[in-house]
């Protein structure tokens, strides 16, 4: 399984938009991370368009979270940024070829399609077990009880330099 970089930069904005007292440019994000501008900007267009966060436009404007971070998973961001698809696709291999299975005696999905959706179905639930409300908590964990209100006393001060 390979996710774009783009759900890691999602995912952080999510954690971190906890820690805001007020909606957060585009622009902020990014230089709070370090990352391309216009490549984060795309990620929040996806995780508004799934109803994740809002964009508030104005001078005061910028992104908030739409639902309380316990409600929204890992596999919400995941979904709202790399879209929904299964990782494995079955294109009934075994029905191929000299030897091909006829399609008749294809009555259920062959060992390799079952393995695989278990596996991202696996997978799926996993990350759904996770919220960004847990994430948050983790950070704190890691990092300490100062870590997110530090991040988020940075993001509601402005453009001006990091404190």
């Given at each position: 399984?390979?996710?774009?970089?783009?759900?890691?930069w999602?995912?952080?904005?999510?954690?971190?938009?906890?820690?805001?007292?007020a909606?957060v440019?585009?622009?902020?994000?990014?230089?709070l991370?370090d990352?391309?501008?216009?490549?984060?900007?795309?990620?929040?267009?996806?995780?508004?368009?799934?109803?994740?966060?809002?964009?508030?436009?104005?001078?005061?404007?910028?992104?908030?979270?739409?639902?309380?971070?316990?409600?929204?998973?890992?596999l919400?961001?995941?979904?709202?940024?790399?879209?929904?698809?299964?990782?494995?696709?079955?294109?009934?291999?075994?029905?191929?070829?000299?030897?091909?299975?006829?399609?008749?005696?294809?009555?259920?999905?062959?060992?390799?399609a079952?393995?695989?959706?278990?596996?991202?179905?696996?997978?799926?639930?996993?990350?759904a077990a996770?919220?960004?409300?847990?994430?948050?908590?983790?950070?704190?964990e890691?990092?300490?009880?100062?870590?997110l209100?530090?991040?988020?006393?940075?993001?509601?001060?402005?453009?001006?330099?990091?404190?």
């Amino acid at each position: 399984m390979k996710l774009s970089g783009g759900v890691e930069w999602a995912l952080h904005c999510c954690v971190v938009l906890t820690a805001a007292g007020a909606p957060v440019p585009a622009a902020r994000l990014a230089a709070l991370h370090d990352v391309s501008p216009s490549y984060l900007a795309k990620q929040l267009q996806a995780l508004s368009r799934a109803g994740l966060v809002h964009s508030l436009q104005g001078k005061t404007g910028g992104y908030v979270l739409t639902r309380e971070p316990g409600t929204i998973t890992v596999l919400d961001v995941v979904q709202a940024v790399d879209g929904a698809d299964p990782a494995f696709v079955c294109t009934e291999i075994r029905q191929r070829g000299p030897l091909g299975t006829p399609p008749e005696l294809c009555t259920r999905a062959c060992p390799i399609a079952r393995t695989m959706g278990a596996a991202d179905a696996a997978w799926r639930a996993s990350l759904a077990a996770v919220t960004i409300a847990d994430l948050a908590a983790s950070v704190t964990e890691d990092s300490g009880p100062e870590a997110l209100p530090r991040v988020g006393a940075w993001l509601d001060a402005g453009p001006e330099e990091p404190r």
